[in-house]
């Protein structure tokens, strides 16, 4: 944080226009994260990834129910945004290794802080959604 923080949130440091533009709200790093990480294997490979690095056929056993087109979709997607690193080794067969990037590390701590705050609202979001539901 900065010698400036004053204890409101980044996210309403600054006013947003109304109506936010569409252009801008698609220009958004932060919708762009979210965008990538909110996909249903983006995170899960993260976090993964984030303990050591894998193999692809290794990712593939580990993670029920992901195809191995929408795994390599994924991956690339990561790697395509610098968050994964795919390392080839010259093996016969070739083998694939994928791994974090410093980039990818990063979101580590961010994605913890994230995790640490559904699990502790997990019970009021569920009684919210029951009496959504009920009502």
Partial sequence: MSG???G???VLAHELPRPVPTDE????PVGNVFRRLGDKWSMLLVVMLGGRPHRYNE???AIEGISQ???TRTLRGL???GLVRRDVHPTVPPSVEY???PLGRTLLEPLSALADWAVAHEPEMREARSRQADG
Avoid: F, G
């Avoid at 709200?25 to 958004?28: D, E, F, G, P, S």
């Fill in 59 to 61: 990712l593939h056993r």
């Fill in 69 to 71: 087109r929408m795994l």
């Fill in 4 to 6: 400036t923080y004053t």
């Fill in 25 to 28: 709200l698609a220009a958004c």
């Fill in 79 to 81: 790697e395509a945004d």
């Fill in 8 to 10: 409101v949130p980044s």
């Fill in 99 to 101: 791994s974090l990037t």
